[in-house]
Structure formats: structure tokens, C-alpha cells
């Protein structure tokens, strides 16, 4: 290695020094990830911008014992007063919970040192949560659907798909949110190099549905199955995400009049000019006020069952060994 690499090396490795001394892990966290117990991350921005009080604040309990039911350690990831923080006690969540959207800002990769240096509150989204989950050492992380690329606007693409491409996480979730245009999100996927592994799916979910009909990479059909693929993608130093989609179970997925309440909420942001960071919030309220409550009761099922599946998961992971899961 020349010098200019020996310095580059340096600088990343001091970097990621830094980045670790502003994560404040939970005692319980810290214990875990010390004893090499499976440890899944969750994101704040369902609790201050997903859902309304009080299911946000049900649904993110919930998820935590979903995955403590599964074998596992949770670990909500928000910012709290400038301070990056991995493991939210129950008191902390119904706190964000209560907090207004607009008082707690959504904290995806650009906003993060905004907060930090400002001392404000954040709720991370799939792409800062992944961040932060990253430099703490927690491979996998679940959630209720990623961004993607918006229907109508090509260019409109998530910080999430970007994200995905260059931080090495496992995301589980019910695939890119049914708002979206999904033959290009799985396009631009396919581009950054992250693999769409369907857990009892050879089709991607449609978030509040079971399948969009869309082929994906792999299919598996158990947890363990999926926490191979995660393991060897470390053992092979790879520096992209993978995206483990799982559908809605049957009993709860979304009734055809979903696909409907979709399509009006879409024409209905674009005649109030929605734009930017407000779109998503907007749509999923309009969707769930359109279908009479149907979407939001499908999202509660499919965060909780998510938690649930990446606890497994990250439980298979560990068995496989603390190495290859924390090379991811």
C-alpha cells in the first residue's frame, strides 16, 4: 500500500472511531452486543411520523416484543437531544410518541449531523437507522416497508435505495412502500447491487398485499436460510445492504380497495402540491382515512410480524457465529 493509501485508511478508520463515540448504547444493548446475543435494530420515524398516537406508541411495544419473543435483543434507534441513541426505553418512545411530527425531524443520512451538532430530537429513517445500526454492530434491522422510487417522477429517488447500496445491513421488511413505483425501485436496487431475498416469496410483497406479482432474486424458506445469505455476504466483506422481504401475513393483508384509496391519495398530493420529505406521511394517512382504516391496521400487522422475523433471523445469524455477523 502506497502512503496516500496508508493515510486513507487512517482517516476511515479515525472516522469511524468518531462516529462510534456519538452512539450512546443502551445498558442492555451494550450487554448484548458484549456477550454477542442477537441484537435487531428498529427506526423512530414509524413513532413520530408513521402512525398516530396511540398506535404508534402500541405498535413500536409491540415490535420490541415481537422480537424479544423471537430470541432477541431489540434496539429502537433515535437521536435525543443531539445524542445518537440505541435502545429507547419504554418511557422515551411513548415520549416521541406523544411529541408532534413536526416538532422531531425525520433523520435519514443528511440529517443526521444537523441534529447531532444542533442538539435537537430525530427519528431515523430505514436509511439512518441503518446508518447508526451499522457503526453500533447490529447486522440486521426490522422495519414495515423501505422507500423507493415515486410513481411519476423517476428522479424522485429514496435516500433508502442509496443507502442500501453502500451500508452493510439486513433489511427486513414487507418490500417498498405500495405508494411507490416498484418495477423501478427494484431497478435501481438491482443497480446498487443489493440482493431481494423473498422469505416464502418468489415475488416481491406489496406492502399491504402479499405479492406484486414482480420476480426477485432468491427465494428461501426459512430464517436460517436468510442469515446464510447475510453470513457469507460478510464473510466476502461486501459493503452493500440486503433486503429480505417478507409478506403481510394472509389474514391480515389489505382488501382490493387499497389499490383504489392508493391511486386517489396520489392525485390528491399532487393537486395540494405534496412535496419532498412530506409526500410519504401525507399518503399513508390519506390512504388509511380512504380505506376506512384497512391500510393502517395492515401496516400495525406487518411492522409487528417484521420485528418478529428479523429477531429469528438475527438469532440464526449469531448461531452461525458472532464473526460473520459482525463483518457485516
Known sequence: MNDDGVLRSTHLCN??????????LAPEIESALHDARPVVALESTLITHGLPWPENAATALAMEAAVRESGAVPATIAVLG??????????????????????????????????????EDGATTV????????????????????????????????????????????VVCAGPKAILDLPLTLEVLETHGVPVIGLGTDT????????????IDVRVET??????????????????????????????????????????????????????????PYLLARVAALSGGASLRTNQALLVHNARVAGLIASE???????????I
Open 15 to 24: 472516522a469511524s472511531l468518531a462516529m462510534t463515540d456519538l452512539i450512546h
Open 127 to 170: 436509511a439512518g437507522t441503518m446508518i447508526v445500526a451499522h457503526h453500533a454492530g447490529i447486522a440486521v434491522f426490522g422495519t414495515g416497508g423501505i422507500g423507493g422510487v415515486h410513481r411519476g417522477a423517476s428522479f424522485d429517488v429514496s435516500a433508502d435505495l442509496l443507502e442500501l447500496g453502500r451500508t452493510p445491513v439486513a
Open 223 to 280: 430464517p436460517r436460510e436468510a442469515a446464510a445469505i447475510i453470513a457469507a455476504a460478510g464473510r466476502m466483506d461486501a459493503r452493500h445492504g440486503l433486503l429480505i422481504v417478507v409478506p403481510v401475513p394472509e389474514s391480515d393483508a389489505s382488501p382490493q380497495e387499497v389499490d383504489a384509496a392508493i391511486e386517489q391519495a396520489l392525485t390528491d398530493a399532487e393537486t395540494q402540491g405534496i412535496r419532498g420529505k412530506g409526500v410519504t
Open 204 to 215: 416481491l410483497p406489496g406492502f399491504y398485499t402479499r405479492s406484486t406479482g414482480l420476480p
Open 317 to 327: 445469524l449469531m448461531i452461525l457465529g458472532p464473526t460473520a455477523s459482525s463483518r
Open 82 to 119: 443531539g445524542r445518537i441513541t440505541v435502545g429507547l426505553s419504554r418511557e422515551q418512545i411513548q415520549e416521541l410518541a406523544r411529541r408532534p411530527s413536526g416538532s422531531v425531524r425525520k433523520c435519514s443520512r443528511r440529517d443526521l449531523p444537523i441534529v447531532v451538532a444542533r442538539g
